[in-house]
T-cell receptor
Framework: DQQVKQNSPSLSVQEGRISILNCDYTNSMFDYFLWYKKYPAEGPTFLISISSIKDKNEDGRFTVFLNKSAKHLSLHIVPSQPGDSAVYFCAATTPFGNEKLTFGTGTRLTIIP | NAGVTQTPKFRVLKTGQSMTLLCAQDMNHEYMYWYRQDPGMGLRLIHYSVGEGTTAKGEVPDGYNVSRLKKQNFLLGLESAAPSQTSVYFC????????????FGQGTRLTVV
């Protein structure tokens, strides 16, 4: 059972426009959420996170929004740049057994120059 | 500053052969993890460790064994490789439990023929 879902395998966005990546989860015990970015032939790198006590967290061009009632979070990238082309993974963890992250299947973002 | 280093980066095995993947981190992290990445499946946790001398099963542990004899090293073993173990393997480490960013290695691409 996929507890963290990224329903869009791929997304293409024009350079300079907003990229919106979505993530849904089913486990109501998840209380911390992270986004990771992965380039080909490299390991994932941490991008931004949000605690369930917040509904928004911003870091430069990246903003994550959390809607707990809908069990949905999204990552906004504004403005999108060619270097943002990568695979983005959403991940979540619970307050118990929180030694591990549960990852989504990833969304491949392509920024079109 | 090496971070998390995985060896080897590529390997081809014949069915039934054994091998060990080595992960080394130089950040004095307590927590270490082994994930596998398969198309359409995201990152799935194989085994993890919450400290030197400890190991625990993740989501997909069958066919793998691990050891954490030294804090900085986490070994993943395949005793009798199967084609279903063809995957990209990532090691990660973190200072605290899963609700903090984890640092990933570059990955090991393993093909079992």
């Amino acid at each position: 059972d996929q507890q963290v879902k990224q329903n869009s395998p791929s997304l293409s966005v024009q350079e300079g426009r907003i990229s919106i990546l979505n993530c849904d989860y089913t486990n109501s015990m998840f209380d911390y959420f992270l986004w990771y970015k992965k380039y080909p032939a490299e390991g994932p790198t941490f991008l931004i996170s949000i605690s369930s006590i917040k509904d928004k967290n911003e870091d430069g061009r990246f903003t994550v929004f959390l809607n707990k009632s809908a069990k949905h979070l999204s990552l906004h990238i504004v403005p999108s740049q060619p270097g943002d082309s990568a695979v983005y993974f959403c991940a979540a963890t619970t307050p118990f057994g929180n030694e591990k992250l549960t990852f989504g299947t990833g969304t491949r973002l392509t920024i079109i120059p | 500053n090496a971070g998390v280093t995985q060896t080897p980066k590529f390997r081809v095995l014949k069915t039934g052969q054994s091998m060990t993947l080595l992960c080394a981190q130089d950040m004095n992290h307590e927590y270490m993890y082994w994930y596998r990445q398969d198309p359409g499946m995201g990152l799935r946790l194989i085994h993890y460790s919450v400290g030197e001398g400890t190991t625990a099963k993740g989501e997909v542990p069958d066919g793998y064994n691990v050891s954490r004899l030294k804090k900085q090293n986490f070994l993943l073993g395949l005793e009798s490789a199967a084609p279903s173990q063809t995957s990209v393997y990532f090691c990660a480490s973190s200072y605290l439990a899963g609700n903090t960013e984890a640092f990933f290695g570059q990955g090991t691409r393993l093909t079992v023929v």
